[in-house]
């Protein structure tokens, strides 16, 4: 089964727009932690926000804030006033477990393409 | 401030050849990971590490061996290279102190082709 679902396989948003990327999830852990990556054409893999399954708040980190709604498994990630810089592959990922075997799981990724 | 570098940056080999890619952090951080990345698979776990001479099978091992020698470094090899190995290859590394401490930061990629 799925662990990450993200079903936005791509969008598209006007600059200065903001955008919200889906992401839902599957664990029966009570400790996890989800993260975002973005991916530009570049390659690299880039780190943006992490959420603590126990973080009472949702994360921010500049122009990425992360919608965490843990009853409904979904890790929403928003970015504010988009960028033509923030055009690029999207990944949401999630740790589960606080033991030795320490994976992350990664959905398939949505591609943004902020538009001028 | 190096963090995590990859080398080759590009590597093109023929079937059967033994490959081997390198993957180096700067940070001492005791789990390092290697991922493959092919288009419709999203990133694929191959092997990680927990720390010196502790390393684990990922989602897809298979054809793939790895060592830990030095906390520092993670080579993946490919013992016979297939053609299904053509991949993009990316190496990964985190503190695993829980929280946002395990947050994996990764290397630029090896992109892989083989013939």
């Known amino acids: 089964a799925q662990k990450i679902t993200q079903t936005q396989p791509g969008m598209f948003v006007q600059e200065k727009e903001a955008v919200t990327l889906d992401c839902t999830y599957d664990?029966?852990?009570?400790?996890?932690?989800l993260f975002w990556y973005k991916q530009p054409s570049s390659g690299e893999m880039i780190f943006l926000i992490y959420?603590?399954?126990?973080?009472?708040q949702n994360a921010t980190e500049g122009r990425y804030s992360l919608n965490f709604q843990k009853a409904r498994k979904s890790a929403n990630l928003v970015i504010s006033a988009s960028q033509l810089g923030d055009s690029a592959m999207y990944f949401c990922?999630?740790?589960?477990?606080?033991?030795?075997?320490?994976?992350?799981?990664f959905g398939a990724g949505t591609t943004v393409t902020v538009r001028a | 401030d190096a963090g995590i570098t990859q080398s080759p940056r590009y590597k093109i080999t023929e079937t059967g050849r033994q490959v081997t890619l390198m993957c180096h952090q700067t940070?001492?951080?005791?789990?390092m990971f290697w991922y493959r990345q092919d288009l419709g698979h999203g990133l694929r776990l191959i092997y990680y590490?927990?720390?010196?001479?502790?390393?684990d099978k990922g989602e897809v091992p298979d054809g793939y061996v790895v060592s830990r020698s030095k906390t520092e470094n993670f080579p993946l090899t490919l013992e016979s290279a297939t053609r299904s190995q053509t991949s993009v290859y990316f190496c990964?590394?985190?503190?695993?102190?829980?929280?946002?401490?395990?947050?994996?930061?990764f290397g630029p990629g090896t992109r892989l082709t083989v013939l």
């Open positions: 990964a590394s985190s503190e695993r102190a829980g929280g946002p401490k395990d947050t994996q930061y």
């Open positions: 664990t029966s852990d009570q400790s996890y932690g």
């Open positions: 959420q603590g399954s126990y973080d009472e």
């Open positions: 990922a999630m740790r589960e477990g606080l033991g030795y075997d320490y994976k992350l799981s």
């Open positions: 940070w001492s951080h005791s789990y």
């Open positions: 590490s927990a720390a010196a001479d502790i390393t």
